[in-house]
């Protein structure tokens, strides 16, 4: 009897399986189960520069970086290096150490909005601390964020269902109270005039400055700069979620590439280096508000982290290098022309190197736009992509990124696979 050839994902599919009767869904963050494109995840066994293997021994070209964070490349041997050198020293102390004080000195030195940080051990972790500062700063409650705009899975900010017309917001998940959103007011995102309307009165509103949660969606000309105006004119803090932008667009993330001065600031992900880390920080005044300086409770058992902050020195680091953001542009910009010249039915939005292609024929500038598209052709194409030795994100509302690692042969591997894929795709 002929022996069937077994799947080039068998090991993967075995893991699976063994997964799912150990992790909810097999995974430990949900995007990861790849349902969003109509099939099982691959499991991962290293990266290196541009690639990652699965636990097959199959090479992807990556374009999901870890959600962003690899934008040096995996396994970046200078970030190797120093946490090598950093772990015989131990893993956590809970106490202060000079390379957290070394960390800060070089956020607060790339972003001149922030005069003091607070280190946390995630993005979400970071963002309730700063909704919860800017409510005790401002004395008020109520919390403006944009729909389809991602924060974590924060409580207050798991609302974006409703209409355009919704301003209260309404939990998008079960175990989230009411009362938890109750504070929570939806806005379209670029909207202007209905963000102006919504801060009144409200202690904050925190925005993507390019959103990358519903698929890269950058901002109108004028956007940040009146929302800027409205917090100015209402006394509501201006709360940039750069966990995505901040040192990706550039090395003071969105707000140096808009010229627009955030009161807060979020940071996470490319900070991390890839291990795990959140920050937020701001003017002192507003900072001061913070335990132990002031009433506002925030703490965290692995906060500024030894290894998690050596690893994001390092980035932090070689990202100093002359050409880095260039290089970074020039890499989105090719990674813009390679699916452009595809020809796949897509509308690219791009900020340096952060991109997605949106499977629809209409300008995307907010969430109802992004949400309007081709997702099962989006799914087909990934599919593709996947058996073909590229790795995209499993879901159209995601962005790709480029890192510096990426070479001509990677976009060659991508060119080739597309080409294979939307042929595949009847697209
Ligand atoms: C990823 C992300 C977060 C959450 O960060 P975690 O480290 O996953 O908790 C918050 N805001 C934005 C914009 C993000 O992209």
């Known amino acids: 009897m002929p022996v069937e050839p077994s799947p080039p994902d068998a090991r993967s599919r075995e893991l699976f399986a063994r997964a799912r009767q150990v992790l909810v869904g097999g995974v430990n963050s949900p995007v990861r189960a790849m349902r969003g494109i109509g099939r099982d995840p691959l499991f991962i066994d290293r990266a290196e520069g541009a690639h990652v293997w699965d636990a097959d021994g199959t090479r992807y070209v990556d374009f999901l970086a870890s959600w962003g964070p690899a934008i040096t490349g995996h396994a970046d041997p ?186 807060l600031t979020v940071l996470g992900k490319i900070i991390g280096g890839g291990l795990p880390v959140g920050a937020f920080g701001g003017r002192a005044e507003v900072m001061s508000e913070l335990a132990p300086d002031g009433p506002c409770y925030q703490a965290g058992t692995l906060s500024g982290n030894p290894l998690a902050t050596t690893a994001g020195l390092a980035v932090m680091c070689r990202l100093a290098a002359p050409g880095t953001y260039e290089r970074l542009e020039e890499g989105g910009a090719r990674l813009e022309q390679v699916i452009r010249d595809s020809g796949a039915p897509v509308t690219i939005n791009r900020v340096g190197s952060m991109l997605t292609p949106f499977l629809t024929d209409r300008p995307v500038t907010d969430y109802a736009g992004a949400t309007a598209c081709d997702t099962a052709l989006y799914a087909a194409i990934a599919r593709g992509l996947l058996a073909r030795g590229v790795y995209p994100p499993p879901s159209q509302f995601e962005a790709w990124f480029v890192s510096t690692a990426h070479r001509d042969d990677d976009f060659s591997v991508l060119t080739t696979a597309l080409a294979g894929a939307l042929d595949e795709a009847g697209a």
């Open 78 to 263: 200078l970030v190797i290096g120093d946490v090598r050198d950093a772990l015989p020293r131990g893993t956590s102390y809970g106490a202060p150490t000079e390379r957290e004080v070394l960390f800060a000195e070089a956020v607060v030195e790339a972003f001149p909005s922030i005069e003091r940080l607070r280190m946390t051990s995630s993005g979400s972790e970071a963002v309730m601390g700063a909704v919860r500062l800017a409510r005790a700063a401002t004395g008020r409650e109520a919390i403006v964020k944009a729909e389809g705009g991602y924060h974590g899975a924060v409580d207050g900010l798991l609302a974006q269902a409703g209409s355009g017309a919704t301003t209260l917001g309404v939990p998008t998940s079960p175990g989230v109270t009411a009362g938890a959103t109750a504070a929570t007011r939806l806005v379209p995102y670029n909207d202007l005039a209905a963000a102006e309307a919504a801060i009144e009165g409200a202690a904050a509103i925190i925005i993507e400055p390019i959103a990358g949660n519903m698929g890269v969606v950058p901002p109108a000309p004028g956007y940040l700069e009146g929302l800027r105006a409205a917090c100015d004119r209402t006394g509501a803090l201006l709360i940039l979620d750069e966990v995505i932008t901040g040192f990706r667009v550039a090395r003071g993330g969105a707000q140096e590439l808009f010229g627009v001065r955030a009161d």
